[in-house]
């Protein structure tokens, strides 16, 4: 009996783990899924990010399809800045929009892939002007 209650804890850390598991798997092909009609695509736990013609798209994952989606044209961005969260070690890109005072915060985990996105999205908008 003694050993049976020793090995209980570990199958249900055995089975939290394998439901995780299973639960990304199914945001990571929502996502895959989802990414495909665009030209570049990001997906990390904060949030999915696509862009076609100029027009970005962003929610955030689930098992299906990507939540609470927004989409908006690089053609009615007057900033694009990028906000290191150093506690956390992530990042944001800021966009601001002409006459407007409605501010758009995509949250990233990585500042090394934020800052990669702020390049690309900053090239972007210097050939559109």
Known sequence: MERGLFWLPLLLLFSWLAWAGWNEYQKVEAYRRWAEEFERSKYDIYGVLGIKNNQITWGKPTRSLPK??????????????????????????????????????????????????????????????
């Open 68 to 129: 609470d989606i927004q989409t908006f044209s690089l053609t009615t961005v007057s900033s694009l800045s990028l906000l290191p969260n150093l506690p956390k070690g992530g990042a944001s890109l800021e966009f601001k929009f002409h006459n407007s005072t409605e501010v758009v915060r995509i949250p990233f985990t990585e500042l090394s892939l934020a800052e990669k996105w702020n390049d690309y999205l900053q090239n972007l908008l210097v050939t559109e002007s």
